[in-house]
């Protein structure tokens, strides 16, 4: 099949399956979403051009572009990456040759878009840190910080981006869009599953509570404790305060079963046996690469890494 132009760059059509599996959702204000190319993707549309969060997985890059060019034909000037797993940054290559530095930037001298991540990302990317593969330098974010939050202003649109410690990972990203009252969570929230809580690479659960009370306090809702500020996952559904607070609540009930049951002496074994998750199971156990085992155990090691990992 023939190329199509896309904006600044030309992308191979996407297959046809590829290209059905692809959703693109108004969300609020200047934002949308894409979904089906692996982590949610968030579009902030506007006069001066596009800004992406994250660019899905390797392989669906043709698919992500069309999905975008669906809600605008508009230069992609940004890219944010949340976090450095490959189904959220496996289409920074493509994703960047496909777009360009904002006309009078200071990345104007750079052909492709700028994309921007915490340290802790590149260093994992370019350096193979945590066991993970070295990827070539185009994957690679070309802005990064290591402070609590930088700032950027795009389409009269002031954006924060909020490092979150160690949630999810230790290189997570809020993405709050004041203007248009819309927070992107990454992995930090998934409608789909329990958090994947990667402690090889500094997640902890902890953190992750935190984080996700970091989104309840910059969230408001309207009426009712509904509508109010949305709130785009890394997986699943658009959000608002009430489910981020419903989400935040059933993970900090798992961590304190577990905690009493580790605090008691108990093993690993005798923590999963005792299913702390039992009434979560069916809305939040189902993804077999994240299963139920494997959140109780995170969270289990978590709580005092060395001592549980000593009586293992």
Same mark, same amino acid.
């Given at each position: 099949? #023939? ?14 399956? #590829? ?86 930037? =200071? ?105 996700? =009370? ?83 155990? #995170? ?14």
């Amino acid at each position: 099949m #023939a190329a199509l132009a896309l904006g600044a760059g030309l992308i191979g059509a996407a297959t046809l399956g #590829a290209q059905d599996a692809i959703e693109t959702l108004p969300v609020k204000g200047q934002v949308s979403m894409v979904a089906g190319a692996g982590g949610n993707v968030t579009v902030l549309d506007g006069p001066q051009g596009v800004l992406l969060v994250d660019a899905g997985r390797q392989g669906m890059s043709d698919a992500l572009l069309a999905g975008v060019r669906r809600i605008t034909t508009r230069p992609i000037h940004f890219l944010l990456n949340t976090t450095g797993d490959m189904d959220h940054v496996g289409g920074n290559l493509e994703v960047g040759k496909a777009g360009r530095p904002a006309p009078g930037s =200071n990345q104007a001298a750079s052909p492709n878009t700028p994309i921007y991540a915490h340290e802790n990302v590149l260093n994992r990317m370019s350096l193979g840190k945590g066991g993970d593969p070295m990827l070539e330098i185009g994957y690679w974010p070309t802005v990064t910080f290591f402070t609590a939050k930088r700032t950027l202003y795009f389409n009269n649109e002031p954006i924060e981006l909020i490092w979150q410690k160690a949630a999810h990972t230790d290189g997570d990203l809020l993405i709050f869009f004041r203007l248009s009252d819309v927070v992107s969570a990454g992995d930090v929230l998934n409608t789909t599953s329990f958090p994947v809580i990667d402690l090889t690479h500094g997640g902890s659960i902890q953190g992750e509570i935190d984080a996700l =009370n970091r989104i309840i306090d910059i969230t408001v809702p309207r009426l009712n404790q509904m509508d109010g500020t949305r709130v785009i996952p890394g997986h699943g559904r658009i959000c608002n305060e009430a489910d981020v607070v419903e989400y935040r609540d059933m993970v900090t009930i798992i961590r304190d079963r577990v905690k009493t049951l580790a605090d008691q002496g108990k093993s690993l074994e005798d923590v999963v046996a005792a299913r702390p998750a039992y009434e979560y199971e069916p809305l939040y156990g189902t993804d077999k690469a994240w299963t139920t085992r494997q959140f109780v155990e #995170a969270v289990y090691r978590s709580l005092k890494p060395a001592e549980r990992t000593s009586r293992q």
